[in-house]
């Protein structure tokens, strides 16, 4: 299973446009080679650097998606709820709302992980799940999962 952006390389920085810094727009995303029955996809990103990665806390989560259908082969740049693949289902991100919450770093250069699973199921209507609680629906139909990092470091203004 392979997962790309045109946006950025794989352990490479995240361009601004994409961050709290520039629009906030999501990446586009690109997916390939999903294993054979694959019945959904699911998408978390996240970072494990907050707040500062040099003494890391927690994982801040940026992005929830799952019940992507298994013909979709990625997303465009800024895509807006309605603009998602039939059938897609968000959850919420730590900002306490769905959609795609871009870098906003308080120190340092963070990691930031696009973690993509093809699922055995689709799941059932989550009512906007944490990545906690989309994680524990995800239990035992992962059969597949692949990760694209990015960085992000802000600039002194």
């Known amino acids: 299973m392979n997962l790309t952006s045109p946006a950025f390389g794989h352990d490479s920085a995240i361009p601004k446009v994409h961050t709290c810094d520039g629009d906030d727009r ?10 054979p029955g694959t019945k959904s996809i699911a998408l978390i990103v996240d970072d494990p650097d907050a707040p500062d990665p040099a003494a890391p806390k927690m994982t801040w989560v940026h992005w929830v998606l799952y019940n992507l259908p298994p013909n979709s082969t ?3 740049e800024g895509v807006k709820p309605g603009a998602l693949p039939s059938g897609t289902r968000e959850g919420l991100n730590d900002w306490k709302r769905t959609g795609y919450g871009g870098p906003c770093p308080p120190i340092g250069r ?3 992980f696009f973690k993509l699973y093809a699922l055995d199921a689709m799941l059932p209507d989550l009512d906007r799940p944490t990545k906690a ?4 629906a ?3 139909h992962v059969i597949a999962q692949t990760t694209l990092m990015g960085t992000y470091q802000r600039t002194k203004r």
Do not use: I
């Not at 999501?26 to 294993?35: F, G, H, Q, R, V």
């Not at 609680?133 to 524990?136: A, G, I, N, P, S």
């Open 138 to 140: 995800m239990e035992g």
């Open 133 to 136: 609680k989309l994680e524990k």
């Open 26 to 35: 999501s990446p586009a995303l690109k997916w390939s080679d999903l294993p």
């Open 74 to 76: 990625g997303l465009a």
């Open 110 to 112: 963070h990691r930031y």
